[in-house]
């Protein structure tokens, strides 16, 4: 865990390439093992901002035990500076949402993640 879900309306040329990118740099980024980090990336042209198809971009990220508003505040300039330079979104066209849901709500491997490392 942790899972991150991408929305933009940017078509990437070659988005294998960018999700095995995007995946490593948020392993690096949220100190979780790269075994444990789920990415997708969805292309929705039809995403708007302010009314506009300018580049612009939604990102989910579900992840255990490392989610708090100072970590938070870290994570989200680095995610815009991230994607500003391979997306090309500027800073004001995006949205990060940030969810814990404890590990006993994570299912994984035939259990839970409250098994597997202990409840909090």
């Known amino acids: 865990m942790p899972a991150l879900e991408l929305k933009t309306n940017v078509k990437l040329a070659d988005p294998k390439a960018f999700i095995q990118e995007f995946s490593l740099f948020s392993a690096n980024l949220l100190k979780k093992p790269h075994a444990y980090i789920s990415v997708s990336y969805t292309y929705?042209?039809?995403?708007?901002?302010?009314?506009?198809?300018?580049?612009?971009?939604?990102?989910?990220?579900?992840?255990?035990?490392?989610?708090?508003?100072?970590?938070?505040?870290?994570?989200?300039?680095?995610?815009?500076?991230?994607?500003?330079?391979?997306?090309?979104?500027?800073?004001?066209?995006?949205?990060?949402?940030?969810?814990?849901?404890g590990r006993e709500n994570i299912g994984h491997a035939h259990t839970t993640f409250g098994t597997i490392f202990g409840r909090k």
């Open 44 to 101: 929705n042209e039809f995403l708007a901002w302010e009314g506009t198809f300018e580049p612009a971009f939604l990102l989910n990220i579900t992840s255990l035990d490392n989610l708090n508003a100072e970590s938070n505040e870290g994570f989200s300039k680095d995610l815009f500076d991230f994607f500003e330079k391979h997306l090309g979104v500027k800073d004001n066209r995006g949205y990060i949402t940030f969810f814990d849901p």
